[in-house]
């Protein structure tokens, strides 16, 4: 997943890249740069010096068969050097779940965040696709599951958050399926 | 498994339980009302109630229970706290001394709030 400020350049390399998609953030995102591109590469790809790639290595993942255009959503987060490993394995289950209490989320995808990429503070990516704007704006936030769950991780009121404040939420409008039924860690459920 | 969304427009509970020696509950009273209460209020944190309870012979929970008007509002609450380096002061100062604290977020209850078993 790259964050950058514009699209890729005509010629460049990356315009080859399997699975390259790319879009502009649309109004709401925090935390990017403008656009976001989500590509796939054995290496580190040829990036504008003011792009911010980061490479991931999927958890868990589920597919979910989509037609046409649809929203393609990625939170960056940092969780905090120290958690314990079981503490950090029950945050990415709850994340995991996520899909199972809110029916507008498509093809997910969490994963880990690969230092071999390159250096970075981000230590996971949690991306998604729905159908619509509003499967994100509204079913996603206001699920139960979401706010009165999940976001204990991230509320810094609460003793037990792991997550640190800084985060990135973009989102996009991709023509095509960017989480595929091929990405590593999709389950048989 | 799908769980329900809440309707945009339902009001969010928030309940937190500080656990403080004896000695120590009327002066962490004190700073709540002063260092974080009037912060709360401009976050759009209705307070609610505050109770205390025995916590075992030497110790006491305070309960206390905020009213947020929506979803929206709790996360713009989220948002506005998590800007503000005098809530985590506050809350660190607690943890510095407090036996145990927990806060939830709950949901209405109550038949037709769109709650499935």
């Known amino acids: 997943m790259v964050r950058a400020e514009g699209p890729p350049a005509p010629g460049s390399s990356v315009l080859a890249a399997p699975g390259l998609s790319a879009g502009p953030d649309l109004p709401g995102s925090v935390g990017g740069l403008g656009w976001s591109w989500d590509l796939r590469a054995d290496g580190r790809p040829e990036l504008p010096a003011s792009a911010d790639a980061i490479a991931l290595l999927p958890v868990r993942a589920g597919f979910v068969p989509l037609t046409g255009p649809r929203i393609k959503r990625t939170l960056l987060l940092t969780v905090r050097a120290g958690t314990p490993a079981d503490v950090l394995a029950e945050f990415e289950s709850d994340l995991i779940a996520m899909p199972e209490h809110i029916g507008t989320i498509r093809s997910w995808a969490l994963s880990r965040v690969d230092p071999v990429g390159g250096d970075t503070a981000w230590t996971h990516a949690w991306e998604q696709e729905y159908a619509t704007i509003e499967g994100l704006t509204g079913e996603y936030l206001l699920n139960p599951y979401h706010w009165a769950h999940v976001d204990r991780w991230f509320d810094g009121e609460i003793p037990g958050a792991i997550v640190e404040p800084v985060l990135a939420h973009v989102f996009r409008w991709s023509r095509s399926p960017v989480l595929t039924d091929d990405l590593p860690g999709v389950g048989p459920d | ?117």
């Not at chain 2, 498994?1 to 000695?23: F, K, Q, R, W, Y």
């Not at chain 2, 075992?56 to 929206?72: E, S």
Request: aromatic share 10%; proline share 6%.
């Open chain 2, 1 to 117: 498994m799908n769980t329900p969304a809440s309707p945009a427009s339902e009001t969010v509970s928030i309940l937190d339980h500080v656990t403080l020696t004896n000695d120590q509950v009327a002066w962490w009273l004190g700073q709540f009302h002063d260092r974080y209460l009037p912060g709360a209020q401009r976050r759009g944190m209705r307070l609610e109630r505050v109770w205390r309870s025995p916590a075992g012979r030497d110790a006491t929970t305070v309960h206390i229970l905020w009213i947020l008007p929506g979803i929206r509002a709790f996360y713009a609450m989220r948002g506005a706290a998590a800007a503000d380096p005098e809530v985590a002061a506050f809350w660190a100062a607690t943890d510095g001394y407090a036996l145990e604290r927990q806060r939830r977020a709950l949901q209405p209850a109550e038949a037709g709030s769109g709650v499935s078993a």
